[in-house]
């Protein structure tokens, strides 16, 4: 039986009273690209930090090709064949992005350095102080990738890309999963969900709400059915069996989330004179929708602002 590239029973940190994640339970498959789906502060950074060992669970456990995060002496083993890409990549300014890829060569290697530097260019030579956004991303991938890891974990790793630089990643990506490198992607951009990931896990306050391919999740989530009427439009009509989601927009109109047959919405329809209608694919967005409330601020820890004071940093 192969043993899955990352592995989660029961993850579960809390910062006090405050949850940052619970109960997280998750399998990625060797060689696949996997999106971690959900806004900030749902608990995705958390996970991330637990993961690679930067923060000690309060409950749970879980291992990175097949080593577990608890036992330090063999995870220590294992962390030359993992990258990372954090949220916020630190460079020492004052040092140029050459000595940088050097120091971190001296600790993990470096042969797939020129190859990742001619596909993604930065100023070699020139302080990291003097780097773009655009740029010190670059380097993050630079260094995340260049000493050939075998599983890559990244979080929101386009941000500050432009978009020509943000479509060559993700072709990257694609070669990398031909490779077997499995790549656990961390995004609230939900377009790079659906053009990268095989599979995708949404985590809402802490807690994953769904695990499912991208096909499959997209083909049992129906379809978007807008409709604009001179009448007084009633929600309350289209709550039948087959409903998702229904909602009335700014403009008056009714926007339906439907998924099964449309029997229900024909009948209903009898009832109105309608001015438009529109019935068209589902998209991503309207996926996330069914499991996010737009309204709905969560009450999860908010891992994007964690101080040293509330941090407990696992032990090295």
Same mark, same amino acid.
């Given at each position: ?9 029961g993850l579960t940190k809390f910062y006090g009273d405050v949850r940052g994640i619970e109960d997280l339970d998750l399998s990625v498959p060797e060689g696949e690209l996997f999106g971690f ?57 004052? =040092? ?7 120091? /971190?060569?001296? +600790?993990?290697?470096? &042969?797939?350095? $020129?190859? %990742?530097? *001619? ?32 599983? =890559? ?7 500050? /890309?432009?978009? +020509?630089?943000?479509? &060559?990643?993700? $072709?990257? %990506?694609? *070669? ?13 951009i939900l377009s790079e969900v659906r053009q990268v990931c095989d599979q995708v896990g949404i985590i809402r306050n802490g807690r994953l709400v769904a695990v499912e391919q991208i096909d499959?999740? /997209? ?98």
């Open positions: 039986m192969t043993v899955p590239a990352i592995d989660i029973d789906l959900g806004p900030n502060g749902a608990g995705k950074s958390t996970t991330i930090r637990l993961l690679l060992g930067f923060l000690k669970p309060t409950e749970g456990t879980a291992s990175i090709l097949g080593v577990p995060i608890d036992d330090r002496d063999a995870f220590l083993e294992v962390r030359d064949q993992i990258g990372h890409i954090p949220g916020d990549p630190q460079f020492y300014d004052d =040092v140029t992005g050459r000595k940088t890829l050097d120091y /971190l060569a001296s +600790l993990g290697g470096d &042969e797939r350095r $020129d190859e %990742l530097l *001619e596909r993604f260019p930065v100023p070699i030579d020139r302080a990291v102080r003097g780097y773009s956004r655009g740029n010190r991303q670059k380097l993050a991938i630079v260094q995340a990738f260049m000493h050939d890891p075998k599983v =890559v974990v990244m979080d929101e790793p386009t941000s500050g /890309l432009d978009p +020509l630089v943000q479509q &060559e990643f993700y $072709d990257f %990506l694609h *070669e990398e999963r031909e490779r077997g490198v499995t790549v656990f992607f961390s995004t609230h499959d999740l /997209l083909e049992r989530s129906g379809k978007v059915v807008t409709l604009q009427s001179p009448d007084t439009i009633d929600p309350a009509d289209f709550d039948f069996a087959e409903t998702i989601d229904a909602r009335l927009e700014p403009d008056g109109s009714l926007r339906l989330v439907i998924s099964g047959n449309y029997d229900g919405l024909v009948d209903v329809l009898e009832g109105y004179r309608i001015d438009d209608l529109e019935v068209r694919e589902t998209a991503i967005e309207d996926v996330f929708m069914h499991f996010y409330d737009a309204e709905d601020g969560g009450d999860g820890y908010d891992d994007d602002a964690v101080t040293e004071d509330t941090e407990e940093v696992a032990d090295a």
